[in-house]
């Protein structure tokens, strides 16, 4: 077996040597290629460069005079020639472009297929064909430079990203910001949907003064589709809850300061590490992402929070928090093993950071940094929103609703026996959104306990007024009486309002006042009618005694009485009767034989 040249470099573990076809309209021989974990002079006779073979990557070309950085090129996991030339540079380069970090996958497969097709890229191409003959920064800072960035940022933002106008961190103008019902929806028995492209802390407090619950919302896509959180999944019981919605407690303001840190990382370090990351890597952009967000919290903090700012402006101071830190931020424990070639790294990530600041300086409108801006807006223009939402059988209602007794549904005296109807009316005492009471449905359990009459239902449903009734038979003793209508959520416990006391008294139908009086007695055949009938008058006396006949006292020792439960008139002369007093009318038989009628004049 050969021995290996003298010369040979080691191979690397988890590395792969590929080799550079150079277009013969630039001239690179002045240069070294760098990768993060090699580098090889491009005057020598072994052009080869080590790169990591399960990940793409990039080689950096560095000019032996001027130190610049005057090509740049991916590295990809198959191929083992690399072509430098105008538009693999430039390709290299869109990493610069702040929307380019927004599109998913396809969308740049999509975008990368397309772009030789697309003017500004075309024209991008022809920039840096420019800047490779004449061995200048591939990352420079001229004006033209960054406005060609600046259009291929704007085409994928038309193109691609739908042209997302998120000023207020909304995509849709036409609901306003304070418009709750947007937020909490009645979706699948209540959804949470974030409207903003940021994260959002929400909690719901239970109005018995129970445990807060808490969530995050995820921030809502910048393309198409939604950030929800059913409500479900939070185990939130049948209550009533205030709601607040917030990007000022703290567990928001750190969530979306951390995302934006790791967008900056993953920014900066997407030339090196490529678009999908092992955990090592991940690891890596982590480690840099919490050192970003440590030094952006300080920035915010010597800002004042950033109040007097524009969120673009205040962007640009973060921006720039961001490149000085990212410079220093690789050589942590946690990048050791991936980013190897520390030299290379901290002149491209200088270099990186110098051309995004311009970007963003340059940047004629706030949402064409959409991958940032929202995470910036939610600390200039962070939401607070508060609201009253009710749950009720897992289902929202946008708001609170109270039960009452229906003013006038009962009156305050009955005659015994009567049937009240006494009716419970749903109030509606807040909401943000419309509340159909027709398409509600609360059931009212009646509570009737001995001696205080009887209902018709147990049960009864409210109606598409949110109002329920029952008919209550009153009991035919003179008394104050008193029935209840529980109001009951799913976890049968009582809501606002509820128990409702229904109370009332009952008066015999007839008093003793109404009863005393003058009354003509008719007796007469049950077989022939009244023809040939014996009329008596008879007088009722207040004292029960019953006189007539005009015969003196005959009748003096008799008396009357009156049953008030079974509203029976009863006399004791004579054979006596007794019978159903009705309007001043009492009927009957006698002798099995004989009909009688006693009718008050």
């Given at each position: 077996?050969?021995?290996?040249?003298?010369?040979?470099?080691?191979?690397?573990?988890?590395?792969?040597?590929?080799?550079?076809?150079?277009?013969?309209?630039?001239?690179?021989?002045?240069?070294?290629?760098?990768?993060?974990?090699?580098?090889?002079?491009?005057?020598?006779?072994?052009?080869?460069?080590?790169?990591?073979?399960?990940?793409?990557?990039?080689?950096?070309?560095?000019?032996?005079?001027?130190?610049?950085?005057?090509?740049?090129?991916?590295?990809?996991?198959?191929?083992?020639?690399?072509?430098?030339?105008?538009?693999?540079?430039?390709?290299?380069?869109?990493?610069?472009?702040?929307?380019?970090?927004?599109?998913?996958?396809?969308?740049?497969?999509?975008?990368?297929?397309?772009?030789?097709?697309?003017?500004?890229?075309?024209?991008?191409?022809?920039?840096?064909?420019?800047?490779?003959?004449?061995?200048?920064?591939?990352?420079?800072?001229?004006?033209?430079?960054?406005?060609?960035?600046?259009?291929?940022?704007?085409?994928?933002?038309?193109?691609?990203?739908?042209?997302?106008?998120?000023?207020?961190?909304?995509?849709?103008?036409?609901?306003?910001?304070?418009?709750?019902?947007?937020?909490?929806?009645?979706?699948?028995?209540?959804?949470?949907?974030?409207?903003?492209?940021?994260?959002?802390?929400?909690?719901?407090?239970?109005?018995?003064?129970?445990?807060?619950?808490?969530?995050?919302?995820?921030?809502?896509?910048?393309?198409?589709?939604?950030?929800?959180?059913?409500?479900?999944?939070?185990?939130?019981?049948?209550?009533?809850?205030?709601?607040?919605?917030?990007?000022?407690?703290?567990?928001?303001?750190?969530?979306?300061?951390?995302?934006?840190?790791?967008?900056?990382?993953?920014?900066?370090?997407?030339?090196?590490?490529?678009?999908?990351?092992?955990?090592?890597?991940?690891?890596?952009?982590?480690?840099?992402?919490?050192?970003?967000?440590?030094?952006?919290?300080?920035?915010?903090?010597?800002?004042?929070?950033?109040?007097?700012?524009?969120?673009?402006?205040?962007?640009?101071?973060?921006?720039?928090?961001?490149?000085?830190?990212?410079?220093?931020?690789?050589?942590?424990?946690?990048?050791?093993?991936?980013?190897?070639?520390?030299?290379?790294?901290?002149?491209?990530?200088?270099?990186?950071?110098?051309?995004?600041?311009?970007?963003?300086?340059?940047?004629?409108?706030?949402?064409?940094?959409?991958?940032?801006?929202?995470?910036?807006?939610?600390?200039?223009?962070?939401?607070?929103?508060?609201?009253?939402?009710?749950?009720?059988?897992?289902?929202?209602?946008?708001?609170?609703?109270?039960?009452?007794?229906?003013?006038?549904?009962?009156?305050?005296?009955?005659?015994?026996?009567?049937?009240?109807?006494?009716?419970?009316?749903?109030?509606?005492?807040?909401?943000?959104?419309?509340?159909?009471?027709?398409?509600?449905?609360?059931?009212?359990?009646?509570?009737?306990?001995?001696?205080?009459?009887?209902?018709?239902?147990?049960?009864?449903?409210?109606?598409?007024?949110?109002?329920?009734?029952n008919a209550w038979t009153l009991p035919m003793e003179e008394g104050e009486y008193f029935i209840r209508a529980?109001?009951?959520?799913?976890?049968?416990?009582?809501?606002?309002?509820?128990?409702?006391?229904?109370?009332?008294?009952?008066?015999?139908?007839?008093?003793?006042?109404?009863?005393?009086?003058?009354?003509?007695?008719?007796?007469?055949?049950?077989?022939?009618?009244?023809?040939?009938?014996?009329?008596?008058?008879?007088?009722?006396?207040?004292?029960?005694?019953?006189?007539?006949?005009?015969?003196?006292?005959?009748?003096?020792?008799?008396?009357?009485?009156?049953?008030?439960?079974?509203?029976?008139?009863?006399?004791?002369?004579?054979?006596?009767?007794?019978g159903e007093y009705k309007d001043g009318i009492v009927t009957g038989i006698r002798y099995d034989r004989d009909c009688w009628e006693l009718r008050k004049k």
């Amino acid at each position: 077996m050969a021995a290996p040249a003298k010369d040979a470099k080691p191979v690397l573990k988890g590395a792969r040597k590929v080799n550079f076809i150079i277009d013969e309209a630039y001239d690179l021989s002045q240069s070294e290629a760098h990768s993060i974990l090699d580098s090889v002079s491009m005057s020598g006779d072994d052009k080869g460069l080590y790169v990591p073979e399960d990940f793409e990557s990039s080689a950096f070309f560095i000019d032996d005079n001027s130190g610049e950085i005057v090509a740049v090129v991916r590295t990809n996991t198959v191929s083992d020639n690399v072509i430098v030339n105008a538009e693999s540079v430039a390709r290299a380069l869109l990493t610069m472009v702040p929307s380019y970090q927004t599109l998913p996958d396809e969308m740049r497969d999509k975008f990368e297929k397309e772009a030789m097709t697309i003017e500004p890229f075309k024209d991008f191409v022809t920039t840096v064909d420019a800047l490779l003959k004449s061995k200048r920064s591939v990352y420079s800072t001229d004006d033209e430079y960054i406005e060609q960035i600046i259009e291929i940022n704007r085409y994928m933002l038309k193109n691609y990203l739908g042209d997302p106008n998120i000023e207020g961190g909304r995509i849709n103008k036409s609901n306003s910001e304070d418009d709750f019902k947007v937020w909490l929806t009645k979706e699948s028995g209540g959804t949470l949907d974030n409207q903003r492209h940021s994260y959002v802390y929400a909690e719901f407090i239970p109005s018995d003064g129970g445990k807060t619950i808490p969530t995050i919302l995820d921030p809502k896509p910048i393309i198409k589709g939604k950030s929800v959180k059913a409500l479900s999944s939070l185990g939130l019981k049948d209550d009533y809850y205030t709601v607040n919605l917030s990007q000022t407690h703290e567990l928001a303001v750190s969530k979306n300061f951390y995302e934006l840190s790791t967008r900056f990382a993953r920014m900066f370090l997407n030339a090196f590490l490529g678009r999908m990351g092992s955990d090592s890597r991940n690891d890596c952009i982590a480690a840099i992402a919490g050192s970003i967000q440590v030094d952006i919290n300080a920035t915010i903090l010597e800002l004042g929070g950033g109040a007097n700012l524009s969120p673009k402006d205040l962007l640009s101071k973060i921006s720039a928090t961001a490149g000085n830190t990212i410079q220093s931020a690789f050589t942590n424990a946690a990048c050791q093993k991936t980013l190897l070639n520390k030299t290379l790294i901290a002149k491209a990530m200088a270099a990186q950071s110098n051309l995004f600041l311009k970007v963003v300086e340059a940047a004629a409108l706030a949402h064409e940094l959409a991958e940032y801006l929202p995470f910036v807006l939610a600390q200039t223009d962070p939401l607070v929103l508060s609201n009253k939402m009710q749950l009720y059988k897992g289902t929202v209602i946008p708001g609170w609703v109270r039960f009452q007794e229906l003013k006038g549904s009962l009156m305050e005296e009955y005659s015994s026996g009567d049937k009240a109807k006494p009716t419970v009316e749903t109030k509606i005492i807040s909401s943000y959104d419309e509340i159909d009471l027709g398409l509600i449905e609360f059931k009212a359990t009646w509570i009737v306990t001995n001696g205080n009459g009887s209902v018709t239902s147990p049960e009864t449903p409210t109606n598409h007024e949110g109002k329920t009734t029952n008919a209550w038979t009153l009991p035919m003793e003179e008394g104050e009486y008193f029935i209840r209508a529980d109001m009951l959520d799913g976890d049968r416990e009582d809501m606002e309002g509820s128990p409702i006391e229904f109370r009332t008294k009952v008066k015999c139908k007839y008093s003793e006042e109404d009863i005393a009086g003058e009354y003509e007695w008719v007796i007469y055949s049950c077989t022939n009618g009244k023809a040939g009938a014996t009329t008596m008058n008879l007088t009722f006396h207040a004292d029960k005694r019953i006189t007539g006949f005009g015969e003196g006292n005959v009748w003096g020792s008799h008396t009357w009485s009156y049953n008030c439960r079974t509203n029976e008139l009863n006399a004791d002369f004579g054979t006596g009767f007794k019978g159903e007093y009705k309007d001043g009318i009492v009927t009957g038989i006698r002798y099995d034989r004989d009909c009688w009628e006693l009718r008050k004049k």
